[in-house]
């Protein structure tokens, strides 16, 4: 009789159980679907969302850092992320100097001088390092007048990626080296096609005869003639039918604090004029 | 315990590296029947999946919560509910 009942309650715990999860289970695809099929609405819903707690963790976790025992823990953080954004930054000029060498080279034998589009400055309200499709929040929307292909720029003017998604105040950035995104470039003056492959590293395939080295730019010709890498080693193996080239994001994406968004670039806009 | 690791999964699909949430789904799903497993894989869909080529838009997180859930079932029914 006792192992009826408990039998029983033990089926009906079993069958509620079951029953929240298939709801949960119901009620995510059909938000899902209703995304898809909306463009994106309950994602600009969320990323509203995220962006004020993500946000508001910060500054908590600010006021934890600056008390007590972590306190001498988040001066040296802060001193190693300092001379991290240091070296960074003075990559992220040699690479800039060898870009804009490169372009001078190029406008020398055309007529006409190409002038800068506007943009606007936004802030970076998400960590880089928790999404596992390579993209981060910016906290400017369509209100700033952003749009879906914008490129996002660092302070110093090199590619750190697209806008994929505009909100009415917070945007979505597919990095440059998002993982499996295609981007074609130009390295040593030859064109190839990078291969995101996530946490700011490419590779890519050149043929051999090239005089490529550890440290030089990566550019693209879709993106402005902006650098978006720079060459971090090179497998050179006399058997295989072409080098490897593996490249590395030139800015520090976990020290961004803000970027410069630039409207998306059309194809006919560096056609010279007539 | 599944309050906890709902809570860490939850903050830390915004704001840490994704294992980290990839591993509270797994916990969650072994000993649970954890619809907050499903949220965690939602979330960080909504939250960090791009608009674009057909392989971004694929909400793979969500999809693999499911499959763990789900798929750790029978396992759930054979050694911890009985």
Not at chain 1, 16 to 22: E, I, N, W, Y
Not at chain 1, 88 to 103: C, D, G, S, V
Not at chain 1, 159 to 183: C, K, N, Q, Y
Not at chain 2, 10 to 29: D, G, N, Q
Request: aromatic residues 6%; contains cysteine; glycine residues 10%.
């Amino acid at each position: 009789m006792q192992h009826d009942a408990r039998s029983f309650y033990h089926s009906r715990d079993t069958h509620s159980g079951r029953g929240r999860l298939l709801l949960a289970t119901g009620i995510v695809l059909l938000l899902v679907v209703t995304d898809i099929v909306s463009h994106g609405i309950v994602r600009s819903s969320v990323r509203a969302g995220v962006s004020t707690v993500t946000s508001a963790l910060r500054e908590i976790g600010a006021h934890i850092a600056q008390n007590g025992y972590f306190a001498s823990h988040a001066a040296l953080a802060h001193e190693n992320q300092s001379l991290q954004a240091e070296v960074a930054a003075l990559q992220e000029r040699a690479a800039l100097a060898t870009a804009l060498q490169a372009q001078v080279d190029a406008l020398s034998n055309i007529d006409h001088l190409v002038t800068s589009d506007p943009g606007i400055t936004a802030p970076v309200v998400s960590s880089s390092l928790a999404s596992p499709y390579g993209t981060f929040l910016i906290g400017a929307g369509t209100v700033d007048g952003i749009t879906v292909g914008s490129t996002v720029l660092s302070t110093q003017g090199t590619v750190v990626g697209t806008v994929s998604d505009a909100g009415g105040h917070t945007s979505t950035v597919l990095e440059i080296f998002a993982p499996g995104r295609a981007i074609n470039a130009l390295l040593d003056g030859v064109a190839l096609s990078v291969k995101g492959k996530g946490g700011g590293n490419a590779s890519a395939l050149v043929p051999h005869g090239l005089s490529i080295a550890v440290g030089d730019a990566v550019i693209s010709p879709t993106l402005g003639e902006r650098p978006i890498g720079i060459v971090g080693h090179v497998d050179n193996d006399p058997s295989s039918a072409a080098i490897q080239v593996y490249i590395g994001s030139i800015v520090n994406l976990d020290a961004l604090r803000y970027v410069f968004v630039v409207p998306p670039i059309r194809s006919d806009s560096s056609a010279p004029k007539k | 315990m599944r309050i906890t690791l709902a809570f860490i999964g939850l903050i830390s699909a915004l704001t840490l590296p994704p294992w980290i949430p990839l591993v509270c789904i797994v916990l969650l799903s072994i000993r649970y029947r954890a619809w907050e497993a499903i949220l965690i894989g939602a979330l960080i869909d909504f939250t960090w999946l791009p608009s674009g080529t057909a392989m971004h838009s694929l909400p793979l997180c969500t999809l693999v919560a499911i499959i763990i859930v789900w798929g750790l079932e029978p396992l759930r029914q054979q050694f911890l509910l009985s």
